[in-house]
């Protein structure tokens, strides 16, 4: 199996992993992209402390490709434009570009290909995958957070661990503290509070787990976990396959799922634009404003 891209989408997707590995610069070249791999260059030649400003610097590429992810949510693209323009900060402005070019080619309008003989070219639950995953992968790439293992909360001053600690049990509340603190869950959760109450509730009856909380929270954790299982299980999701309502079950808990991949789309793509408005962080605490 594998992504086949247009070759304008390739040279993207060549450019988007070159900012960790060089060698994907010089495929955006061979393809033609030079525009975006000069982008590319100029970033490996900038400190870690400088600002990321390589999309808004190409400005007027990156803003059609931010149109074709999530103008259809605006009335005119002069609407689009002046809530661009309304972005605080050229670093929230270019991280917004890199956000929604990559949710573009990444998410939106790619597709997981499969070059095996007797099959079908798209499967559908392969692809809902997959693009549910770099949905996930895109949420906690908004925050700039700095990670931290269990074992440097532990050690840290600021945690106030009283040592030494004797009982294994003992571990449970302070790893609990660890993963409200810095679990991915965490910017997951915060990310769908910043929809409005009347989206948060259609949300959450999209998706029912019979025997949990039906909160933003509960369903936030549950999402996540689906991502979970296939990035360490490699657990395809199912759930959103077909449309319509699927029943499955999960220990002794019964999950019913109107769910559809395009409705994870569209609230992603609402949660964006929310997200860059009031220019919050992503795992700021926002309970004090529901």
């Given at each position: 199996m594998a992504l086949h891209p247009t070759p304008e989408a390739g040279a993207f997707f060549a450019f988007a992993i070159s900012e960790q590995n060089f060698a994907f610069a010089r495929s955006s070249l061979a393809s033609g992209a030079g525009d975006l791999a000069v982008i590319f260059?100029?970033?490996?030649?900038?400190?870690?402390?400088?600002?990321?400003?390589?999309?808004l610097e190409a400005k007027e590429k990156f803003l059609e490709y931010a149109f074709l992810a999530v103008g259809h949510h605006f009335d005119s693209r002069e609407d689009f434009n002046s809530y661009f323009d309304s972005i605080n900060g050229d670093d929230q402005k270019s991280l917004f570009l890199r956000t929604t070019s990559f949710y573009l080619f990444l998410v939106k309008r790619g597709d997981w290909m499969v070059d095996v003989p007797g099959s079908d070219r798209i499967v559908d639950y392969l692809t809902i995958t997959y693009k549910y995953v770099g949905i996930f992968s895109l949420i906690e790439s908004l925050s700039n957070e700095k990670f931290i293992d269990f074992y440097q909360f532990l050690i840290r001053q600021k945690s106030a661990i009283p040592f030494p600690i004797t009982d294994k049990k003992a571990f449970d509340p302070f790893y609990e503290r660890y993963k409200?603190?810095?679990?991915?869950?965490?910017?997951?959760?915060?990310?769908?509070?910043?929809?409005?109450?009347v989206r948060q509730d259609a949300l959450i009856s999209r998706l029912e787990v019979r025997g949990t909380d039906p909160s933003i929270e509960s369903l936030a954790k549950f999402l996540y976990e689906l991502r979970s299982k296939f990035v360490h299980e490699a657990e395809l999701v199912h759930h959103m396959v077909g449309g319509g309502t699927s029943i499955s079950f999960k220990g002794k808990k019964t999950i019913v799922c109107k769910l559809s991949i395009i409705d994870a789309l569209t609230f992603f793509e609402e949660g964006l634009i929310e997200h860059f408005k009031?220019?919050?962080?992503?795992?700021?605490?926002r309970d004090t404003h529901r």
């Open positions: 260059l100029k970033g490996k030649a900038m400190q870690s402390t400088t600002k990321d400003l390589r999309y409200t603190d810095y679990g991915s869950i965490k910017k997951c959760i915060a990310f769908f509070r910043a929809l409005s109450p009031d220019n919050t962080e992503i795992y700021r605490d």
